[in-house]
């Protein structure tokens, strides 16, 4: 990992890691969302920021991930987080393979609409299969061990708080290091070289369509790991998870942190869990804020939060090198 | 010598339009070979289908002794034909580095390791700077493609299809954009790469016939899909029907 970004990275898991000692529950309960977000962006931005094929329905693998969790940990009693945390990996890849093989064909708009129709026709089977899926209610997603551990002498709040929370951000700093790695390889390369000119790629021996597939069910994994996450900290997996505009806040997350670097979307998946937390509080409009917040990243800060980090380093190199 | 690319009886039609009709050329080992015509006589239905990007409608299109219709890009790189297009073609996002190493990637086999840490390959290093260093791009190998100039471009562009370690390499147009002080350069640089390379035949699709006149052992020149002639420069050269329906004009010496 480069100098700058290693330092950046320890520096955050560090605040990340303070944030239990020093600030009330809370605070830890609610950042639980955003490791489930940033471990799922890391694959949604494989896709898109470094494959170019902008997903519009990746909810779906969320909602995979949390019904997942419900089915396995709920309907059978599997009470390792861990073996459940594979088995919605597995069953993320299985699902994304048929529905790749199809959505990759096509790019751009293409793509996206397709990825969009396949979202909504989860989310209309979630909603109208109540015997499966309980409906609008959703299935509750039960409390687990993680690392073998029952930690009974918690409650849920502090389970969350405490030894969950640090479990999170272990898992992505885990999940973080193997994308590193993913997008630092020989095929990480070749997934940038598709997505700049597919043509001159495919003369130079790139497999576009099968490495399209690969970035789509890698990011399909991440998804799905992220949807058990948010599904344990709920208690609860119900359709909205997979609805449309869940997709969408994926997407705002990842323009919002720059999607054109690799930490842009952890830094998005942060910046708007604590802006919506903070808007909801204060305006009942906070939806309209959101809106005009996106649409101002989109038309000043095209690279994101990480474009306004990347240029207050440049500049202030230019200033060390004077 | 025995034909490593080889057309026979290949004809082309898109609807009612026939774009090449019943071509039989060869290309042998050791050769450099032009392929020339006024615009519209199928030169690039040729290109394509040598380069396994169109199947013919009737006929067959051997590499090598196969037949490798429609058989696509990727293939075609693995079996040891790369090609150039006439408009530049790079990735403008990913360095000098990145680009060649795209290829060496490909040509060394590596693509699916997904774990394995690229910058610390000594392979696909050492073959990185070396194909650099034969374009002269050696100086420039952590510049993003997009900010090199037009020239750099090219070179950048046929650099990385020589990575592959082609056997065949078939240049479409490669001087188009360059100017005429740069165009004999250029085509030296390809050829000395070629040979260095161990390349064992070059395709050139040109338009500039003092190009075609300085460098090739053979020229084949298509006329309204048909082979108008297949012979060495000096009676190429020397047939005032050819070069009227091929250029419109006598070539001045």
Known sequence: MRGATAMIVAA?????????????????????????????????????????????????????????????????????????????????????????????????????????????????????????????????????????????????????????????????????????????????????????????????????????????????????????????????????????????????????????????????????????????????????????????????????LAGIAGTGAALAKRRAAA | MTAIVETKNVSKRFGDFRALDDVSVAVREGEFVSIVGPNGAGKTTLVNLLTGLLIPSNGQVFFKGTDIAGIGAVALAKRGMARTFQLVQIFPQLTVAETIAAAVVSQQDKAWRLFSKLASDGAVRARVREIAGIFGLDGRLKSESRLLSQGEKKLLDVASAFALNPEVILLDEPTSGVSTAEKHGLVQILIDAAKKAGVKAIILIEHDMDLVAAYSHRIIALSEGKVLADLPPKPFFADPVIIETVIGRRRST
């Open chain 1, 12 to 304: 955050g898991v560090v605040a990340l890691g303070l944030v239990p000692v020093l600030a009330p529950p809370f605070y830890a309960n609610l950042l639980i969302p955003f490791f489930g977000y940033a471990i799922a962006l890391l694959g949604f931005n494989l896709l898109f920021g470094y494959t170019g094929l902008l997903s519009f329905g990746h909810a779906m693998f969320l909602g995979l991930g949390a019904y997942g969790a419900a089915v396995m940990a709920g309907e059978n009693g599997i009470k390792s987080f861990e073996v459940v945390l594979l088995g919605v990996a597995l069953a993320g890849a299985l699902v994304a393979l048929p529905i790749g093989l199809l959505c990759v064909r096509f790019i751009g708009i293409f793509f996206g609409m397709l990825t969009l129709a396949f979202g909504m026709l989860t989310h209309a089977i979630l909603f109208k299969f109540y015997h499966l899926t309980g409906g609008d209610s959703g299935m509750r997603v039960p409390r687990m061990n993680i690392l073998g551990l029952e930690f009974q002498a918690y409650n849920k709040i502090e389970l969350l708080a405490g030894p969950f929370y640090y479990y999170c951000l272990g898992l992505l700093v885990l999940c973080g290091l193997v994308m590193w790695r993913i997008v630092h390889s020989p095929f990480g390369l070749h997934l940038r070289a598709l997505s700049n000119n597919a043509q001159k790629a495919e003369y130079l021996g790139v497999r576009v369509y099968q490495f399209r597939l690969a970035a789509f069910v890698i990011s399909a994994i991440y998804g799905a790991i992220g949807g058990a996450i948010l599904g344990f900290r709920i208690g609860l997996a119900d359709p909205e998870i997979v609805h449309w505009t869940h997709s969408g806040h994926l997407v705002f997350m990842t323009v919002l942190g720059g999607f054109s670097s690799f930490l842009g979307p952890i830094a998005g998946a942060l910046a708007l869990t604590l802006l919506q937390d903070q808007l909801q509080s204060i305006t009942p409009y906070w939806r309209f804020i959101l809106g005009a917040v996106l649409a101002a990243v989109v038309i000043f800060l095209p690279r994101g």
